[in-house]
């Protein structure tokens, strides 16, 4: 069995990992010039088409959309922020009371860990915006060069997302359990300790995952009201009113439509499905310690939720080494086959290393509830939780990318009703949307079924953290998608040669379904 050092390690290392991984893939990004000239953008001027003016334009669009999601994170945040307060004094009034008592202890540290929930979060997305920001222009300059390199500049932009937000996300949660664990200290001796005070120290570290998802609650629902505003107007303003092509830059609106795609599929996104991972972890750690026997087992195997989405950044890294330097993308049709084999190769390495953790922390038996209400489970049946989650995200997320990829029948098919009228676009794209949730339910239902089979709701729980296991490849195959977007619009907008829009508009194309996969990771896990 794994003790508490041994388990120390194997949260610490993958999410030290994690960020340096991040931090590495954010130079790479770097290494490409806006301020000064480079092999890029001579390269461009010698096409046809190119000119001086657009490299100034580019780093001009590229200055207004930082400016644009600066402001509205500002905004956002500083709502968040008097919210936050305001909840937290709930929080802390309400978790105080016990029975005919008060702990004003717990209220205090329950109320701080809502607090650390939702700044971790905040902080998460607005990383994640800032380097999609970043990356989108230095984007257009890369798919001058050709489709490899400015498919390698736009997943690069998702990776730092990803890695940064799953590897600091564990990393300070695992912190905040250290930080409690000396008010309310952790035995694996529950004949001869007091049990209160393990139960205390997880029941006030569910605060975490409730700050987690009030920030879920204002990036998700928020931020995308802004994208599709600012997608709805900018489409009014420009193409109905005044006839103007797509990203046309006399169309000032499409600032803001740019600025949406970050706000509602890096910030937003990032927000809801950390929510998601910090809410199934604090489920499984609550039920956990309804089990003597894994109490007994120590540290190992009560973080377990922990130890599995810290090594899904391990498994996650070596599949984007697969796409960064051994699958090239040489032609547009290698872009959806390289994401598929992203889902697919993480998938099936995470199932591996998921069977190694599951022996290694849990004990082959143990019994989970209190009195009448309990159930027995083997550390066989805890991993089929995990992988059934696995599983099930992945078909999610093919089936996701085979209802919204331009490559398969029901996108054509929208295309083919268009030609009718907008009134058969509308009645075609809605029975299709209504379509494609069938499949996705039946086996979320399935999941949810053997996992509470298997394990009651501490499956339940692990089968969410099975979906999420590979989350920092899911996020980063999702930021991808908006990057693409703005770099297909600064080309237009900076009136780019045909050449570099063919590419950022297949790479966008692609990016419009990838961010459709991470609604569906996001919709399961949740």
């Known amino acids: 069995m794994i003790d508490g050092t041994e388990a120390l390690l194997l949260i610490v290392i993958p999410t030290v990992a994690g960020l340096i991984f991040a931090l590495s893939q954010y130079f790479k990004i770097a290494e490409i010039e806006l301020e000064q000239k480079d092999e890029r953008q001579r390269l461009v001027i010698g096409k046809e088409g190119g000119n001086e003016d657009s490299f100034s334009k580019l780093v001009e669009l590229n200055k207004q959309i930082k400016e644009g999601a600066e402001a509205f994170l500002q905004e956002e945040y500083t709502v968040c922020s008097i919210f936050i307060f305001c909840f937290a004094i709930l929080v802390f009034v309400l978790t105080s009371r016990h029975g005919d008592e008060w702990d004003f202890t717990i209220g205090g540290v329950t109320a701080l860990c809502y607090v650390c929930g939702a700044v971790v979060s905040m902080i998460c997305g607005y990383i994640g915006m800032m380097i999609a920001v970043f990356s ?271 490559s398969y029948g029901p996108v054509q098919e929208v295309a083919e009703s268009c030609k009718t009228g907008a009134a058969t676009n509308i009645i075609f794209g809605l029975s299709l949307g209504y379509k494609s949730a069938i499949v996705p339910v039946i086996i979320l239902a399935f999941c949810i079924y053997e996992s509470f089979s298997l394990a009651g709701m501490y499956g339940v729980a692990l089968a969410a953290l099975g979906m999420l296991a590979t989350l920092p490849t899911s996020l980063a195959i999702d930021v991808y998608g908006p990057v693409c977007d703005n770099a297909g619009g600064i080309a237009e907008m900076a009136g780019y040669p045909a050449e570099v829009r063919e590419k950022t508009d297949a790479l966008d194309s692609a990016g419009n379904t990838t961010a459709a996969i991470g609604k569906g990771f996001a919709i399961g896990s949740a």
């Open 136 to 406: 989108n222009a230095r984007t257009t300059l890369s798919a001058a060069e050709g489709w490899s390199q400015g498919f390698n500049t736009a997943f690069r932009a998702g990776i730092v997302a990803g890695f940064f937000l799953v590897s600091f996300g564990v990393l300070m949660f695992y912190t905040l359990i250290q930080l409690i664990n000396l008010q309310y200290p952790f035995s694996s001796e529950p004949s001869v300790s007091t049990p209160s005070t393990t139960t205390k120290l997880f029941e006030c570290i569910t605060g975490f995952g409730l700050g987690a998802s009030t920030i879920a609650l204002f990036g998700r629902v928020g931020g995308g009201i802004y994208t599709k505003a600012a997608d709805v107007g900018a489409d009014l303003a420009g193409k109905v009113i005044q006839g103007l092509p797509e990203d046309d830059a006399r169309n000032p609106a499409t600032i803001a439509d740019n600025v949406g795609d970050n706000v509602g599929d890096v910030a937003g996104m990032s927000a809801d499905l950390f929510g998601s991972l910090a809410e199934a972890t604090c489920a499984a750690l609550v039920v956990s310690i309804t089990s003597v026997e894994l109490l007994s087992a120590g540290w190992g195997a009560i973080l377990y939720p922990l130890i599995l989405s810290a090594s899904g950044i391990i498994v996650s890294a070596l599949t984007a080494l697969i796409a960064l330097y051994i699958q090239r993308v040489d032609k547009e049709n290698d872009i959806d086959l390289v994401l598929k084999v992203q889902l697919a190769v993480s998938a099936l390495l995470m199932i591996v290393v998921c069977y190694i953790i599951s022996v290694s922390c849990l004990p082959d038996t143990f019994i989970l509830g209190e009195g009448n209400n309990t159930k027995t489970v083997n550390s066989q049946g805890a991993f089929f939780c995990v992988i059934s989650g696995v599983i099930a995200g992945c078909l999610i997320g093919f089936i996701t990318e085979y209802y919204t990829s331009h």
